[in-house]
């Protein structure tokens, strides 16, 4: 098997902030951001794919395992042919996926996951909160609808927090994600802080 990708995953709810804490992690140097649902938000609603996601996340659902993982294994490989994404540099921090517990099994063949970040909210009106200001703000259909805010979080229990116990129970580390942005993303840092550094180390003595 070839070396899988070194990974983190930013793990939680709708609405638990990981959009807003992967982007300011992606932003440091040594750190690769993919977020799955900004992905396919940035893919044209005319194409096949497009269309598939539309159709998915305007009701709350989740677009299909094969498809998304095929979409992200794509990806991935685009980025690392245009060098955005360096494996032997970066850290890969994935926010969103695997979102399914048949979509963490299919990407054990591909990533090493070193740790996973559960952003927790025990405030639930408050994330539908956040949920609904960021419909207004960014123009997400998915968030705007009362209905399919519900449906999301339906979704989130039943087929996404499984993925928690698909990984080992000490490399899941869970962060309070009602600090202030900078609070919550302190305590992130101390969290993947070691294993950058780590990562650097083993590179740097192989190269
Ligand atoms: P997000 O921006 O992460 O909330 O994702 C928006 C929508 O994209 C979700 O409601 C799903 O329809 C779709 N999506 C994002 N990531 C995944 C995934 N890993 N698996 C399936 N669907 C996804």
Redesign the pocket.
């Known amino acids: 098997m070839t070396e899988r990708y070194r990974t983190v995953l930013l793990f939680g709810a ?1 609405g638990a902030g990981k ?1 807003t804490q992967g982007k300011i992690l992606g932003a440091i140097p040594g750190f690769y951001h993919f ?4 992905v ?2 940035s893919i044209d609603i005319k194409s096949e794919l497009g269309r598939i ?1 539309y159709d ?2 305007s009701r ?4 299909p ?1 094969e498809v ?1 993982v095929k979409m992200w294994a794509q990806n991935i490989r685009a980025h690392t042919i245009l060098s955005d994404y360096k494996p032997n540099d970066d850290l890969m921090i994935l926010d ?5 517990v048949p ?1 963490a099994k299919i990407m054990d063949q591909h990533i090493d996951v070193l740790k996973v970040v559960h952003l927790v909210c025990k405030d639930q009106e408050k994330m539908f909160e956040r949920l609904r200001r960021r419909a207004l703000k960014e123009n997400r259909f ?1 968030d705007a609808d009362e209905k399919v805010i519900r449906r ?1 979080w339906a979704v989130y229990e039943k087929e996404t927090k499984p993925v928690l116990d698909h990984y080992p129970a000490d490399r899941v580390v869970e962060v309070d994600s009602m600090g202030s942005p900078a609070r919550v993303m302190h305590d992130i840092l101390e969290i993947v802080e070691p294993i950058q550094t780590q990562h650097f180390k083993r590179f740097g003595e192989d190269d």
């Open positions: 709708p959009g977020a799955c649902g900004d396919f938000r996601f998915y996340s709350g659902e989740l677009v395992d998304t969103g996926i695997p979102r399914t979509q998915d999301r």
